[in-house]
C-alpha cells in the first residue's frame, strides 16, 4: 500500500504500461509488440503477480505477448509458446487462451524451473538488493537465448527456463511509458499532466519527449549542445542537411537568417569569432578542372583558392547542395574581394556553386546559373 510493492514492500508500484526504447523494436523471424500497455488482471481487476512481480501483457494479432518475471530473469514470450497452458505442444498452432485462462495459469499453476514454454528473449541476471532488482524491467539488458538442448541436455521440449545468450545481446529495452514527475518526469522540459500524458514542447516528440527533433534542417538552439550533435548538425553551414519540409539556414517561417547559432567547433573557423569569411563549394555536379580564388581587389592579392576538382563523383539521386569542400578566413578589417570560377579545359566555364558567407551569412554566389564572378564588401566599407 502507499506505493509500496512486493513481498517485503520493497520497490515502487510497478508501472503500469511499458514501451520499447527503438523504433525497430525486438526483431526476430516474428513482429513483437513495441507496446505493452497493461498488465495481466484477473476479471474483477485483481492483479496477477508472478514471483512478485506483475505480467505486462498486449494483444497481438492472435496471440498474446507476454513480459513475465522468472525469479531471476525477465522474460518475453507469446501465448503460443506455453504448452503447459494450451494443453499441447503444437509450436505454430493458435493457443487460443484468453486474459482470464492467462490470469489463472500465471497465478496459480506457472513454475519458472518446471513448466513447459519457449522465450524469445531473456534479460541478465535480476540479483536481489540491486538497482536492477525493481517490480518494473526497464533497466535490463535483453539477450536472445541459448537453444535448450544446449542448455538443459534434454531435448527440444524440455521443461525449464533456458539461459541468455551472451552473445547474442539486442539492442532494445523497456521504459515506462506513463510518466510521473516523482518518478518518471518528462523529458526536455515537457509537461506531465494528469493521466500521465507528456506535453512536449521545443519540437520534442516521442511518448516522454524523448526524440530531438534534431538533423531536419532547422536549427533549435534548444539542442545545440554537444550531447545532441549540435542539433544533428542543423546549425552549421557545412553539416545542415537541407529536405522537404526545411532548408538549412532558414527559420521555421521560411526567412533566411544564416548560420548565425553554429558552435560545433568542426565547423567554426579557427581564430575568430564572428568576423570570418567562410566559402562553400556546394553541388550536385561539378565540371573536372574546376577551381576558384577570392581576391582583394585593392591589393590583388589571392586570399583563398579552391581546387581544382578532379575526381569529385556525386552518385545518382544525390541530394543538392552537396558540401564538396569548406574553408574559411578570419578578416581583421573592412575589404572588398572578388571571387572567380574558372575551368581551364571548358572556356573559363564553372559548373557548380561556391557561396561566400560573412559573418554565417550568405554575401554572394558563384555557378549554378548565376554570374562566374562576383564582387562584394565585408563590414562597414
Partial sequence: NDG??????????????????????????????????????????????????PVYINKDFRE???IVFTGWRWVMLYSGLLFDAKKNFDLFGPSNLTREDLANYFQNEFHANYASYFVGFISEPVNVDTRLDTATPTEVAWYLPKARQETLGSGLWSSGLVAANLQSG????????????????????????????????FGTTGTLCEVYPSGNGLCNSNFNIPGTQFDGGDCCLASCESNEEYQCGRNETGHYIGFPYCIDPQHTCPNSEENAIWIVVATDKITPNTSWELVNDQTGEIILQGGPYNNVVVAEGTKNNRIVEETCMAVTSCAAFTIQGSNEEEDDEFEGRIEIYWDFQRVATVGDDSEYESSFKFGQC
Fill in 4 to 53: 509500496w510493492y512486493g513481498l517485503r514492500c520493497e520497490f515502487r508500484q510497478p508501472c503500469e504500461a511499458l514501451e520499447v526504447t527503438t523504433s525497430t523494436g525486438f526483431l526476430s523471424a516474428r513482429d513483437w509488440s513495441n507496446q505493452f500497455n497493461e498488465t495481466l488482471r484477473f476479471k474483477n481487476g485483481q492483479q496477477v503477480s508472478v514471483y512478485n512481480r
Fill in 64 to 66: 498474446f505477448d507476454l
Fill in 170 to 201: 539486442v539492442e532494445p529495452g523497456l521504459f515506462c511509458s506513463i510518466c510521473n514527475n516523482e518518478t518518471n518526469p518528462c523529458d526536455n522540459g515537457g509537461i506531465c499532466h494528469a493521466g500521465g500524458k507528456c506535453e512536449c514542447v
